[in-house]
């Protein structure tokens, strides 16, 4: 293979003939695409861009193309969790009540490294909450008390550091709180977070361990959910957790995904019922790439930044989210079938991030 080519130009080219990713590295090194984007490229980069392969109208099918690309399957049992039971598990903790008559939430949180089949034949060394990436969705509601006891079992230091509202030494930044026990927890100690659950919507937690980065990209993060105090309508529930994965170190993803595997949900659709609310939970976890998106095929929803107001601010089939950001989505599909959901940024569809509603009757 003496000419370069792009993850792109092989789409367009079609000289994806179903290798593994692994084998996909080998022949498409990585500076390629952005040398080629910044102008670099050479001739099958430039004609790649120039053939369509990045247009918005080969998206489905250079997007299903790229997923030959990733054929056989992951060990879901080997990896220890399933994006399709991942998409409905909320860790509600367990709760008692305390002398004041608030409720107190309890979980145990365990980092672990873990070597993990990221895709198929792709194994990745992660550090992960609780064995899986992302960590548990936390949930919980708005103004309880809510206690996290964090147990560091990986051969790092590592930290919780949760968005919300809590005190300095409860914010799990290494070099705060370290005369409390808090701070960077080093590899065989523990903590205990504690706090107020506040505000009510969608957040996340991550490791906050320097080089930050590095520690999210290997794993360490996860949604945390707030229920506003009076609740919300009953709806069909999913979470969804965009990251991605550097395989090979060099500080840019490989693959894209919601929760963790690519194209997992092209194969295994999510299934929801006609008419029915659906709300997502979306988080933008990605390291490395500075914006995410999310887009519905053939639909809009209502879009609440953050969760933490109880009014829409948008009616749209379209949202793009920093590292960090996230927010609820709430919609219905008045039509059954076959709905396609993905990043509307061409190259992390075709590297993972893309896959379907099966909305049946
Ligand atoms: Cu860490």
Same mark, same amino acid.
């Given at each position: ?15 994806? &003939? &179903? ?15 952005? +040398? ?18 990045? *247009?918005? *109208? ?6 299903? %193309? ?11 049992? %080997? ?67 809510? +206690? ?68 999210? %990209? ?16 009953? &709806? ?20 894209? %995904?919601?929760?963790?595997? $690519? ?12 008419? @029915? ?12 790439? $500075? ?42 599909? $008045? ?14 569809? @075709? ?11």
């Amino acid at each position: 293979m003496a000419r370069k080519m792009t993850r792109r130009g092989m789409l367009a080219t079609g000289a994806v &003939a &179903a290798p593994t990713l692994a084998a996909l590295h080998e022949v498409v090194p990585h500076e390629g695409l952005h +040398r080629a984007l910044a102008g670099h490229g050479d001739g099958s980069a430039e004609a790649a861009m120039t053939h369509g392969g990045a *247009g918005h *109208g080969a998206m489905a099918a250079s997007g299903i %193309a790229m997923h030959d690309a990733f054929a056989g399957s992951v060990d879901l049992a %080997a990896n220890g969790f399933d994006p399709s039971e991942l998409v409905r598990d909320f860790d509600q903790g367990r709760t008692s009540r305390l002398p004041d008559g608030r409720t107190l939430r309890e979980w145990t949180i365990v980092a672990e490294d873990k070597e993990m089949e990221v895709a198929p034949g792709v194994t990745y060394p992660a550090w992960t909450y609780n064995g899986r990436i992302p960590g548990p969705t936390l949930r919980a509601r708005q103004g309880e008390r809510l +206690r996290i006891r964090f147990v560091n079992s990986s051969d790092h230091p590592h930290t919780m550091h949760f968005h919300g509202i809590h005190p300095d030494f409860m914010d799990g930044m290494p070099g705060i709180g370290e005369g409390r026990g808090g701070g960077i927890i080093d590899n065989g100690d523990n903590f205990v977070y504690e706090f107020d659950a506040e505000p009510f919507g969608v957040h996340l937690y991550h490791c906050h361990a320097m080089p930050l980065a590095a520690h999210i %990209a290997k794993g360490l993060y996860g949604a945390f959910i707030i229920d506003p105090a009076e609740g919300r309508e009953p &709806a069909d529930e999913l979470v969804m957790v965009m990251n991605g994965f550097d395989t090979d170190f060099d500080g840019e993803n490989d693959i894209y %995904a919601v929760n963790s595997i $690519p194209f997992h949900y092209v194969e295994n659709p999510i299934k929801v019922k006609r008419g @029915e609310l659906v709300r997502i939970y979306l988080v933008n976890a990605l390291e490395y790439d $500075p914006i995410n998106s999310f887009h519905i095929h053939a639909n809009f929803f209502d879009y609440y930044p953050t969760g933490t107001r109880l009014e829409p601010t948008e009616y749209t089939d379209t949202i793009v989210q920093g590292q960090a950001q996230r927010g609820v989505l709430e919609l219905r599909f $008045p039509y059954a079938g076959h709905f396609m959901f993905h990043a509307h940024k061409t190259e992390f569809a @075709e590297l993972g991030w893309l896959g379907f509603f099966e909305v049946e009757e």
